[in-house]
């Protein structure tokens, strides 16, 4: 904090306002948390004293002590004390300790009464970092050709991207560093789209981006940029003669993954798979 003037323990304001600016942040405390400085005035001839609360600058110069508490509803949580007397007795210290529970608790209710718990979001200003990890294959896909991909997403995302290998797992360790959570967010759709690897018998929603003859020109829409074909013959049980009669363009639907073409080594997946096949079903021979 930046305490300019004050008149009483800047301090135990720091740890106050201090709980309160981080609950305000997002940072997500167990419990909010206050202090107090309690002073003492006493005589040590009669042994009367009195226990202060809250001291001002004048208390603190002229009395017997300086005994910060700060702790949450729960109890405490650190203290620190100074004492201008050669010691102090137990009723005295049981006494101060019970005063500032009792201290703590009011200035703990009024803080709650402006903020009650941090909030679930950090401000949209704050600087953020998330950490991911990735295979040690796609480390350089990532990076791109000279650097390529990299610099173009931390220029269009406004974020730095930082890439480390682990030295045991020897996994990617990606450090994404911004304070535009979109910027974030585009990173890691792109981190999830560059290492998308569908599974055989899974099942992805896709959506139609280009309608063919042969098919359509699909794309899983929870990793964009990776697309594939789904061939007429595995669009329904029926035969279809023409694409549009069962799909079009924009259509969003689910297909399962069934494996690799063994030609083109590319994905296929299908649409009848995962519809009931027809009573009295005959397998055609394939279409061309």
Known sequence: SEVLESNGSSSMATVCSGTMALMDAGVQLKKPVSGIAMGLISDGETGKYAVLSDILGDEDHLGDMDFKV????????????????????????????????????????????????????VKPHAPKMVTVTIPNEYIGALIGPGGKVIQELQKATKTTIVINEDPVTEEGIVEILGTNQEGIDAVLAKIDSLTFKPEVGSVYEVKVIKMLDFGAVVEYTDAPGNETLLHVSELAWERTENVTDVVNMGDVFDVKFIGFDPRTKKDKVSRKALLPKPEGYKERPPRD
Do not use: F, W
């Open 70 to 121: 700060t702790g949450t509803a729960d109890g405490i949580t650190a203290c620190q004390m100074d004492i201008k007397v050669k010691g102090l007795s137990y009723e005295i210290l049981v006494n101060a300790l019970k005063q500032a529970a009792a201290g703590r608790l009011h200035i703990l209710e009024k803080l709650t009464d402006t903020i009650a718990k941090p909030n679930a979001d």
